[in-house]
C-alpha cells in the first residue's frame, strides 16, 4: 500500500487541485490531500472551510483522505508511514519555487521523495487567487471549481 501526502493552502480547491489528485491515484493506492497554512498567504477560508470543500470535492473518489497539518509537512508525511509528496506543476514560474523546496526537503530528510504531476493543459492558467479575483467582481467560475467551492465562494463574497 502506497500511501502519498499532497500538501497545499487549498483555498480553496480547484479543478487543477483535483485534476493532479485524480492523476496521483493512477499512480499511488491512497492520496492524503492536506491543508496547511503558507506562512505567506493570509487565508480567505478557514482551514475547516478548505478541509469541507476538499471532503465534498473528492467524495466519489475512491482512497483520497483529507486532513490538515500545522509544524513540519515532513514529520506529518513520516507519521502517515509516507515518504512520497505530490506537488502540483503548472507553468515555469513554479519551477524555482517548487524545486527549491523539494531539494530542501530532502536535504532535511533523504528519504523523502517529491513527485511532481502535471495538471491537465486546460487547467495550466488556473490558481486559488485568480479565483477569488474573479469571484470578487462578479465573475463566473464555473467548471473551473467544484460545484461546492463555487457556492461557497460567492456566499462569502457577496457579502463583502
Ligand atoms: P501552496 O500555497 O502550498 O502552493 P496551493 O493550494 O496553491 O498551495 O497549491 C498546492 C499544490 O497544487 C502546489 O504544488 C501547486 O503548484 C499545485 N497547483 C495549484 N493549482 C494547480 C493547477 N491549476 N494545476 C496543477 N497544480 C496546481
Known amino acids: 500500500m502506497k500511501t502519498a501526502v499532497y500538501p497545499g493552502s487549498f483555498d ?14 493512477k499512480i499511488f493506492d491512497k492520496i492524503i490531500v492536506v491543508v496547511g497554512d503558507n506562512p505567506g498567504k493570509e487565508p480567505a477560508f478557514t482551514t475547516e472551510e478548505r478541509m469541507e470543500m476538499l471532503k465534498e470535492s473528492t467524495k466519489d473518489l475512491k482512497n483520497v483522505e483529507v486532513d490538515s497539518f500545522s509544524g513540519l509537512l515532513l514529520d506529518y508525511v513520516k507519521n502517515k508511514g509516507s515518504n512520497i509528496i505530490i506537488r502540483g506543476l503548472r507553468a515555469v514560474s513554479d519551477f524555482d519555487f517548487e524545486f527549491q523546496r523539494a531539494l530542501m526537503n530532502r536535504v532535511v530528510d533523504n528519504e523523502i521523495e517529491t513527485v511532481f504531476i502535471m495538471t491537465k493543459e486546460h487547467y495550466v492558467y488556473l490558481n486559488s487567487s485568480i479565483i477569488k479575483e474573479i469571484t470578487m467582481f462578479g465573475g463566473k467560475v464555473n467548471g473551473l471549481v467544484p460545484k461546492i467551492v463555487e457556492e461557497k ?3 462569502k463574497f457577496s457579502k463583502i
Request: aromatic share 0%; net charge positive.
Open 12 to 25: 480553496p480547491v480547484t479543478n487543477g487541485h483535483i485534476d493532479v489528485i485524480k492523476r496521483a491515484l
Open 153 to 155: 465562494l460567492k456566499a
